[in-house]
Antibody
Framework: EVQVVESGGGLVRPGESLRLSCVASGFNFPAYWMSWVRQAPGKGLEWVAN????????YYLDSMRGRFTISRDNAKNSVHLQMNSLRAADSALYFC????????????WGQGTLVTVSS | QSVLTQPPSASGTPGQRVTISCSGS????????VSWYQQLPGTAPKVLVYSDNQRPSGVPDRFSGSKSGTSASLAISGLQSEDEADYYCATWDDSLNGVVFGGGTKLTVL
């Protein structure tokens, strides 16, 4: 069974940093792209970033490039999202997801980890 | 405003067939396949359809997807009360180099 479990969310002040982690199981992790998607309270889904199987290619939503960094550790079946200079607008539930090879969109999703940015 | 356009709401009665549309452009739906997701209240999204019309194992065949040009649709037949949820379409955009989602459609079963 495919499982994706996120961690690392919490309450931080504007300008601070946070590192989200995701551990996957139930599939051949090194063979898949991985993704982060977020959802602000009461809002729709917003893609954040994708990372290729070997970590050599990373794509970001324009507004996050430079502040957010996606990385992965295939030896630990994990993917991370380093978030710097956080703003109130970054408050959201952050989902980690496996990516379907066909269109680089998520297929299997974790339950999410909540990030709240507030003074 | 989302790159992919979905109606904000849809509704139907039990047993009915409803369709949810998703409109894009040449750089996204015109070149890449669509995925559809169901998000029940308080839960993570679940993929219903990928590669335009393929269902993962375990997804009932009441859910079907199609795509033509720059538009896609999700059809739900034999509507059930448990289908009440938010539905999202998504694809890759070659111009933006990123995943784009529709704004979501809230389905109400009357």
């Amino acid at each position: 069974e495919v499982q994706v479990v996120e961690s690392g969310g919490g309450l931080v002040r504007p300008g601070e940093s946070l590192r989200l982690s995701c551990v996957a199981s139930g599939f051949n992790f090194p063979a898949y792209w991985m993704s982060w998607v977020r959802q602000a309270p009461g809002k729709g889904l917003e893609w954040v970033a994708n990372i290729k199987q070997d970590g050599s290619v990373k794509y970001y939503l324009d507004s996050m490039r430079g502040r957010f960094t996606i990385s992965r550790d295939n030896a630990k079946n994990s993917v991370h999202l380093q978030m710097n200079s956080l703003r109130a607008a970054d408050s959201a539930l952050y989902f980690c997801a496996r990516v379907h090879a066909g269109n680089l969109c998520p297929d299997y999703w974790g339950q999410g980890t909540l990030v709240t940015v507030s003074s | 405003q989302s790159v992919l356009t979905q109606p904000p709401s849809a509704s139907g009665t039990p047993g009915q067939r409803v369709t949810i549309s998703c409109s894009g452009s040449r750089s996204n739906l015109g070149r890449n396949s669509v995925s559809w997701y169901q998000q029940l209240p308080g839960t993570a999204p679940k993929v219903l359809v990928y590669s335009d019309n393929q269902r993962p194992s375990g997804v009932p065949d009441r859910f079907s997807g199609s795509k033509s040009g720059t538009s896609a649709s999700l059809a739900i037949s034999g509507l059930q009360s448990e289908d009440e949820a938010d539905y999202y379409c998504a694809t890759w955009d070659d111009s933006l180099n990123g995943v784009v989602f529709g704004g979501g459609t809230k389905l109400t079963v009357l």
